[in-house]
């Protein structure tokens, strides 16, 4: 049974493709009346499968995997089409997805407990603490339009391997790809209520935090993600916020490397990615000779239309982000950046784009920007650099090319955010490895491993 309940819904949103403005598909508008109903037959639905063994968990979760393999195809097109990103990049993030909901279903055998000996206390000498691992109950995913289906199956995966129930709200921008994988988990036989999808914007968001719900796991905005837990009180959150990511580059560095790193971690979605490199920190020394390889190496990159297979780079999710991209562009230049590539856009096509002499309080470096933009700053000295990117708001990863191994210990101490990558750009992510961004850049962490514990409650029997 197909797990979308429309039974009250009053109106249809409609899901627009950003490069040619043609609808795409349509979704159900979800009213406060059908999240409050989607919570319940969740809870009940959680009710029995909070006994599932791991093996059964993992049995669902790898049967989800294989329908979402059958029907790769139309997932790519789906994701193309709903969100701009190449047919290439769709394709990729749904092989990823796949493999995100393998790996939950792996980690469902290993949420191992432990037994600890109490006989450090008075009176434990005969007494023994079991330590195991529960299912939360139901757990709120809400996911942004950037990555439609492998974000959800972030959520979704370590969520039922361990046991809960998953009600989810996608981004109004792109939900279809989302509301197909709640239709293929039908078909793979999740029970009914198990796994649902309501739809809307963020009242509908408010209204699934404010229900009873026992987890919010959030991808999203500063601004947003603060109104939600505002409004979650005393229920546990998970949130990945974004990021204003750095990638240093030193003079021992493969420089071509980290070139074509630039450009596939910062072009990649054209640019909308939480972690990819938006400060590019070049050292003093190689800086020239690196901006001419990546003035070269950008003028090469296709973009347009995100169907056809030869396009390295598709649009930005809608004309408003184009705006404001543009605006913050031409603010920087009109601080003193100098423009090397690109820097403008046509409607949501906006042309990849290389500042140089950035000021460290410039728009399109100060923000997190969502856009195709690579935004440099020379420097010379280390804890320098390492105390600017400290200053900021966000802390969620960084990418430091060098082979030095002080140098690569030091940035690895002092850096304040949640991973450091070494010759390798921030947006690198491994679908079991955490992930996840220290103070304006979230709560908890994200990937499979850790996210199953996060999606648990310690419980603990001393006898």
Excluded at 25 to 31: H, W
Excluded at 98 to 112: E, R
Excluded at 188 to 197: D, K, R, S
Excluded at 369 to 377: D, K, S
């Amino acid at each position: 049974m197909n797990q979308i309940h429309h039974a009250s819904l009053s109106s249809r949103m409609s899901v627009i493709n950003p490069f040619n403005g043609q609808l795409v598909g349509e979704v159900g508008q979800s009213s406060p009346a059908d999240v409050e109903a989607a919570v319940a037959r969740a809870a009940l639905a959680q009710r029995d499968f909070r006994r599932s063994t791991p093996a059964m968990r993992r049995a669902l979760l790898n049967a989800l995997a294989e329908q979402i393999a059958l029907d790769q195809d139309n997932l790519a097109l789906i994701i193309s089409s709903e969100m701009g990103k190449t047919i290439r990049e769709a394709r990729n993030e749904v092989r990823r997805a796949q493999n995100t909901l393998k790996l939950s279903g792996d980690a469902a055998t290993f949420l191992d407990g432990e037994a600890v000996h109490c006989a450090i206390v008075e009176g434990g000498a005969d007494k023994l603490a079991t330590i195991t691992y529960e299912p939360v109950g139901v757990i709120a995913a809400i996911t942004p339009f950037n990555y439609p289906l492998n974000l959800l199956c972030h959520k979704l995966g370590p969520g039922i391997a361990a046991g809960n129930a998953v009600v989810a709200k996608p981004s109004p921008k792109a939900p279809l790809a989302a509301a197909r994988l709640v239709e293929l988990a039908a078909k793979a036989g999740f029970p009914e209520g198990l796994f649902q999808m309501v739809h809307g914007g963020a009242d509908i968001a408010v209204a699934l935090a404010r229900s009873p719900i026992n987890l919010l796991s959030f991808t999203g905005g500063t601004a947003g993600g603060l109104a939600l837990k505002n409004t979650t009180g005393l229920v546990r959150c998970l949130m990945e916020l974004g990021g204003n990511d750095p990638l240093f580059v030193f003079p021992d560095a493969d420089l071509d490397r980290a070139v074509q790193t630039v450009i596939g971690h910062r072009f990649e979605i054209a640019g909308q990615s939480c972690a990819a490199a938006k400060k590019l920190y070049l050292h003093r020394d190689i800086e020239a000779v690196f901006l001419d390889k990546l003035v070269a190496a950008v003028n090469a990159v296709s973009f347009g239309d995100p169907a056809a297979e030869a396009t390295d780079m598709g649009t930005v999710i809608d004309l408003a982000a184009a705006r404001q991209v543009q605006g913050r562009v031409d603010a920087s230049i009109a601080q003193g950046a100098r423009l090397l590539a690109g820097g403008q856009h046509d409607d949501t096509l906006f042309q990849p784009t290389i500042l140089a002499d950035i000021a460290a309080d410039a728009p399109v470096i100060a923000e997190e920007t969502f856009g195709p933009i690579i935004a440099a700053r020379s420097f010379s000295d280390a804890a320098a650099v390492i105390a600017e990117v400290n200053a900021g708001a966000y802390g969620l990863q960084a990418g430091v090319f060098t082979n030095d191994h002080a140098l690569i210990k030091t940035f690895s101490r002092d850096l304040i955010v949640g991973g450091v990558m070494i010759n390798e750009g921030p947006d690198f992510r491994a679908e079991h490895v955490p992930f996840g961004g220290v103070k304006g850049s979230g709560l908890g962490r994200e990937g499979v491993r850790i996210t199953i514990r996060e999606m648990s409650e310690t419980k603990v029997v001393i006898d």
